[in-house]
């Protein structure tokens, strides 16, 4: 007889896939609704680093203080719970997925937490949030690179956006192209990228990913 985890490897990229392939961002809030209960472990066991680096790029340009802080795509809540014991404590997290919400909510690192959807208008005010963070949300099937205006719309003069984008859908899927055209048009101005890294380095080694980080203006 088999134990209960033996076939968790094939789970995990059933649902990596699943969530990758979603056709409309109802579809995409549906997965990760089911998802939610036990998609921290998981995803924690397959190697995903992308927070604890972002983290790395957050600290370097953003100090503790500095104002409001957008992790914009918070899912379960991994990025405030990375980013509140370093001093980072007035966090907004927004997701796609109210269940995903339901579990960051329980680990006590965000200020408030709201459902909103990345690629459509964010309820927010123009220039909010000192720095935004996002990982893990531009990949194929999730947000949009038209999401980079918006975050752009909420960030103060002078603030960061730090994100994390998926290195097979950086020129196809057209968010090198967005993040080129802001710069051109002088709303942000790059400061630093990562080269690429694993994403999920004990399920998919070859699937990579790089971290940017930008200055508004």
Not at 24 to 34: C, F, G, K, P, T
Not at 174 to 201: C, I, N, V, Y
Request: with cysteine; glycine share 10%.
């Amino acid at each position: 007889m088999t134990g209960a985890d033996e076939f968790a490897p094939l789970r995990i990229t059933y649902r990596t896939d699943v969530a990758t392939t979603a056709t409309n961002s109802q579809e995409a809030a549906r997965i990760y609704d089911d998802w939610a209960e036990d998609y921290e472990r998981r995803i924690l066991s397959y190697g995903y680093s992308t927070p604890a680096v972002a983290a790395g790029f957050f600290g370097r340009y953003v100090a503790p203080g500095a104002g409001a802080v957008l992790d914009a795509g918070a899912g379960t809540g991994m990025m405030g719970q990375v980013l509140a014991p370093l001093g980072y404590h007035d966090i907004t997290g927004i997701d796609i997925s109210e269940n995903m919400l339901k579990v960051a909510r329980e680990k006590g690192a965000y200020r408030d937490l709201r459902r909103m959807e990345l690629g459509r208008r964010l309820d927010f005010p123009d220039r909010t949030f000192a720095a935004v963070v996002s990982t893990g949300v531009f990949a194929a099937g999730h947000a949009p690179p038209e999401s980079f205006t918006e975050l752009v719309r909420v960030s103060r003069s002078g603030g960061c956006v730090i994100f994390s984008v998926r290195t097979d859908v950086y020129v196809e899927g057209g968010f090198r192209e967005r993040q080129d055209a802001l710069e051109r048009e002088g709303k942000w101005r790059l400061l630093e990228t990562s080269e690429p890294f694993s994403h999920l380095r004990y399920e998919d080694p070859g699937l990579k990913v790089r971290i940017f980080a930008y200055r508004v203006r």
